[in-house]
C-alpha cells in the first residue's frame, strides 16, 4: 500500500518535470508551419530539419564547442586549485582560516549581474574580451569556492592516520597527495567536476557579456531566432534540445554518486 | 578532527586566493570605484562620496524591487522545501528504478537558464504552448504576458520544476545514510509514521536540508535569465527581481554609479543572511563533532 502511494507520488512528479521538456522536442520535431498553424501532441509531419540548420551551419555548433572548451577549462582550473586548497581547510588550522573559507563562500553568493559590467571592462583591458579563458576564469567566481567546498567535506571523511602513515613511509607531501590521496577522495574529486560542469555549462549572463564571435556560448547564440520574418520556433526547440544533451550524458555517468555528491560528501 | 595548527597550509590556499582575487576581488573594487564617483565619460571621475547610497536607499525603485525579490525568495522556499522532502521520501531507495528516477530528477538541473525559460515560454504561450493551451481550454483567462499574476504563476511554477530536484536530491542523500536499524527500532516501538519522520528521518535530514536552503536562498535571490527570458521582467515591472533591475540600470542605462552602490547593498544583503545561514550550519557540525 505505502509504496504503491509513494509510485504514485513519483509518477506524478516525474510527469511534472519532464512534459514541459516532452513539448520542447515535440516541437523541436515540427515545421514551423504545424508548430503556429495546427494545435497538436505529436508532430504530424515529423521532420529533422530543424537539427540540420544547427549541425550545418558554423555559426551555430560552433557555439556548442565553444561552450564545452570554456566548461572544460574551467573544471580543470576549478579543480586544480580546489584540491590543495580544500586540503589545507580539512587538516590544518592556520590564521584566518575561517574567514578565509566563508570569504570564499561569499563569492559563491555574489550576485552575477554585480560583477557583469566590471568582468566586461577587467578582460577588455587585459586583451581577453571574447575568448574561452575569459569566460572559464570569470566561471571560477562561483566554481571554486563550491569546488572547495565539496572537496573539504570529502577530505574530512579521510582519516588523518592515512596522511601520518605516508608520511612516516617517506612519501613526500606532492607523491603522497597524487599517489594516495586523490584515489581516496576520487569520488569527491568526480562530483565536485559534476558540480563544476554543471553551473558553468548552465550560466548565461557572464558567458554572454564576455564574449561577441569567437567564443559565444550556444545559449546566447539561440537568441538569433529572433528575426525579421518572425520567430523561428523549430530551430529554437531544437537548439533547446541539443543542451540538454551535454547534461543529460554526464548524469548519466555519474548516477552512482549523485545522491552523496548533492550531499556535498556531508552525510 | 583534531586539526594541526600550522600557518604554512597557506601556501596551499595561495592559488585559490590568487584566482579569486583576480576574479573577484578586482572587479568588485571596480564596483566601489563607480559607487563613490561621478563620471561625465572619457574616463574622468568625480568624487561623490555617499551620495549614490543615499539616493538608492531612499529609491522607491529600489524598495519595490528588493520587496518583490524577498517575496519571490519566500515563495519558492516555501513551495520548494516541503515539496522537496516530500519527494524525497518517495523515491525508490535501491535497484534500476532508482538510478532512473535519480537521472531523470537531475535533468533540470542541467538545462542552461535561458533554456529553461524558453521551455516555459514556450510552454505557457497561449497560442503554442502545451500549458498555455490547455488552460485556455479549460476555460481560464490566462496569458503570462499581459497578467501579473499569470507571469508570478508562471515563474514560480518554472522555479520549482527547475529547482525541487536539488532540494529532493539533497534530502534523498540525507536519507540514504539512516541505518536500517533506527527504522527497525521504530516499529518495534510501534512509532507513527509521522514520529519517524519527526524523530528519525528528519534530524538525519537537517544538515543537508540547511545547504539546501542556503543554495536555494542564494540562487533564488540571485535569479535572472529565467524570468528575464520568460516575462522580460513585465509585464511593466510585475516581475522585476533585483538582478533584472540592476542589470536595466547599468547596462540599459548605462547608470554605472547608482548600480554599483546598489550592487554593494545587494551583495551586503545576500552576504548577511548566507552568513546566519553558515554559522547555524559550522555550529551544527560542531555539535555533531562534539557528540
Redesign the interface.
Known sequence: MKSR??AI??VL??L??????Y??VN?SLKTNAE??GT?S?FPNNLTFRNYQVILTDPSWYMGYVNSIIYVVMNTV?SI???L??A?????????G??H?F?W????????????????F??YSSIGLFDTHIAVA??H??FN??LA?WILEGFM?GVP?EIDETAYIDGYSFPRFFVKIFMPLIASGIGVAAFFCF?FS?????LSRTLTSVNAKP??AT?TRTVSASGMD?GV??AA?VL??L???L???FV??Y???????G?? | MQKIQNNRAWFLVLPVLVLVAFSAVIPLMTVVNYAFNDTFGNNEFFWAGLEWFDEMIHSDRLHAALGRQALFSAIILAIEVPLGIFVALNMPKKGFWSSLVLVLMALPLLIPFNVVGTIWQIFGRVDIGLLGHTLEAIGLDYNYVNDPIDAWATVIVMDVWHWTSLVALLCYAGLQSIPQAYYQAAKIDQASRWAVFRYIELPKMKGVLLIAVLLRFMDSFMIYTEPFVVTGGGPGNATTFLSIDLVKMAVGQFDLGPAAAFSLMYFLVIMLVSWVFYTVMSNMDKAEAGQ
Open positions: 502511494s509513494s507520488v513519483m512528479y516525474l511534472f518535470l519532464m512534459i514541459p521538456i513539448w520542447l516541437m508548430i503556429t494545435f501532441l582550473i586544480t586549485v580546489a590543495p586548497a586540503y589545507a581547510f580539512s587538516r590544518y588550522s592556520f590564521i582560516d575561517k578565509l566563508f570564499l563562500l561569499s563569492n559563491r553568493m555574489a550576485p552575477p549581474a554585480v560583477f557583469a559590467l566590471p568582468f571592462q577587467l576564469l570569470a571560477c567566481l571554486v569556492p572547495v574530512r588523518k554543471m555549462w548552465v550560466e548565461l549572463l550556444i545559449a539561440m520556433w529554437l526547440a533547446g543542451t540538454i551535454p547534461g543529460a554526464v548524469i548519466w548516477r552512482n549523485i545522491a552523496k555528491g548533492f550531499a556535498l556531508r552525510v
